[in-house]
T-cell receptor
Framework: DADVTQTPRNRITKTGKRIMLECSQTKGHDRMYWYRQDPGLGLRLIYYSFDVKDINKGEISDGYSVSRQAQAKFSLSLESAIPNQTALYFC?????????????FGSGTQLSVL | AQSVTQLGSHVSVSEGALVLLRCNYSSSVPPYLFWYVQYPNQGLQLLLKYTSAATLVKGINGFEAEFKKSETSFHLTKPSAHMSDAAEYFCAVSSGGSNYKLTFGKGTLLTVNP
């Protein structure tokens, strides 16, 4: 089983709909991240959480919200999806120890907003 | 503020040829630098990292990178390309410390021709 699991793998939705992307991890890491990937733009950080009670905005948080339900679960919500949120979304984890700079990524969720 | 610039969004080499992927960084503090690789339909994986120890860093699959402070560069090389190296490569920078957060470049797609 994957260490970082994202669901769903693919999602097509319509403008204005609320969407939740889920991420769970079995690595025991305390830090979790949501990134979006757009062709030619690389990865951009949406939100990150260093523990269950810590939530921080990344560089492109507008239009998104997150919930850290438990150490192992970090979900990303689009309250009212719009077409320019069509992208590949990645969840990642890291620990807070010596190897804290190594990110472990899920396989991604491809979201299409029509 | 920190940033990375990857020179060339697409690099094409022949199998057996030298691979050189360029990355320049900007950071207000001594940086931690990374190369990640993304194979098709997968999340990113760490190739190698520089964290102020040796300036020549060896990673997985025969890749290495050299940190050059005077040139603010961290170029990725491999002496002989293999077909399995075809992927997208991302350079990333962080300031390290307890508030670790990665900033990614836009990526370089490596194509290996037979």
């Amino acid at each position: 089983d994957a260490d970082v699991t994202q669901t769903p793998r693919n999602r097509i939705t319509k403008t204005g709909k609320r969407i939740m992307l889920e991420c769970s991890q079995t690595k025991g890491h305390d830090r979790m991240y949501w990134y979006r990937q757009d062709p030619g733009l690389g990865l951009r950080l949406i939100y990150y959480s260093f523990d269950v009670k810590d939530i921080n905005k990344g560089e492109i948080s507008d239009g998104y919200s997150v919930s850290r339900q438990a150490q192992a679960k970090f979900s990303l919500s689009l309250e009212s999806a719009i077409p320019n949120q069509t992208a590949l979304y990645f969840c990642a984890t890291s620990d807070s120890g010596e190897t804290n700079e190594k990110l472990f990524f899920g396989s991604g969720t491809q979201l299409s907003v029509l | 503020a920190q940033s990375v610039t990857q020179l060339g969004s697409h690099v094409s080499v022949s199998e057996g040829a030298l691979v050189l992927l360029r990355c320049n960084y900007s950071s207000s503090v001594p940086p931690y630098l990374f190369w990640y690789v993304q194979y098709p339909n997968q999340g990113l994986q760490l190739l190698l990292k520089y964290t102020s120890a040796a300036t020549l860093v060896k990673g997985i699959n025969g890749f290495e990178a050299e940190f050059k402070k005077s040139e603010t560069s961290f170029h990725l090389t491999k002496p002989s390309a293999h077909m399995s190296d075809a992927a997208e490569y991302f350079c990333a920078v962080s300031s390290g410390g307890s508030n670790y957060k990665l900033t990614f470049g836009k990526g370089t797609l490596l194509t290996v021709n037979p």
